[in-house]
Each structure stands twice: as C-alpha cells, then as structure tokens.
Nanobody, 127 residues
Framework: VQLQASGGGLVQTGGSLRLSCAASGRTIDTYALGWFRQTPGNERDFVAAINWSGRTTNYADSVKGRFIISRDDAKNAFYLQMNALTPEDTAVYYC?????????????????????WGQGTLVTVSS
C-alpha cells in the first residue's frame, strides 16, 4: 500500500484545512487508518484514528472537538478535517494505515500499530 498525503499549507489561527490521504496499490477498505503529526526534534504524535468500518474514531485530547477523521472507501482515501487551528497545530502531518484493527486507544494511538505511512504534509498555522 502506498499512501500520499496532501492538503497542507499555511493558514491563520482559527482557520481550517482538510488533509487528504490517497491510497494506491490495494484497497484499504478493511484497514484501520490514522493521522499523526511531528514537529522538529519531537516524536511522532497521535492525532486521530478510524477503524475499518468507520464506526469507531479516536482522537488525541488536544484535537478533540476540532478535528474530524473520515474515510471514503469508494475513493480509497481518508481525510482529516481540521478546524479552529492554532499555532500549536503546526507540524508535519502523516497518514498511516494498518491491516490490524485495534480495540483500544493505547493500540490505535501507537505509531508501531501502523504498517504503511505517507510522506507527510506540512501544516503551518500563523498567529
């Protein structure tokens, strides 16, 4: 599976962005999907995850209520809608996929749970 993240850019505080992750190589309709972010010198942090059916989503506390993860299996893609952005959201955002469904926040929020990764897209929020 190859993942291609897109949609990053420069936005002002309070603005919105929608990140997309397009999958190729095989269909991801049975895969669990996630978004992570990373700033220089720091570890890759969990942002959001969605299970294979789309019925279960998980979010980091820092983005809960502002970000929404969704999937469109017909397009073999998934998304991260980011609203009410703040400078603290500035990071490189990575999309990820795994054929293994996790049943706890501890599992789905761990980078090691994911097998496939996109290349990252930079989000910069100006104050």
């Amino acid at each position: 599976v190859q993942l291609q993240a897109s949609g990053g850019g420069l936005v002002q505080t309070g603005g919105s962005l929608r990140l997309s992750c397009a999958a190729s190589g095989r269909t991801i309709d049975t895969y669990a999907l996630g978004w992570f972010r990373q700033t220089p010198g720091n570890e890759r942090d969990f942002v959001a995850a969605i299970n294979w059916s789309g019925r279960t989503t998980n979010y980091a506390d820092s983005v809960k209520g502002r970000f929404i993860i969704s999937r469109d299996d017909a397009k073999n893609a998934f998304y991260l809608q980011m609203n009410a952005l703040t400078p603290e959201d500035t990071a490189v955002y990575y999309c990820a996929a795994t054929p293994y469904d996790g049943h706890s926040m501890a599992v789905v929020s761990a980078p090691t749970h994911y097998v496939y990764w996109g290349q990252g897209t930079l989000v910069t929020v100006s104050s």
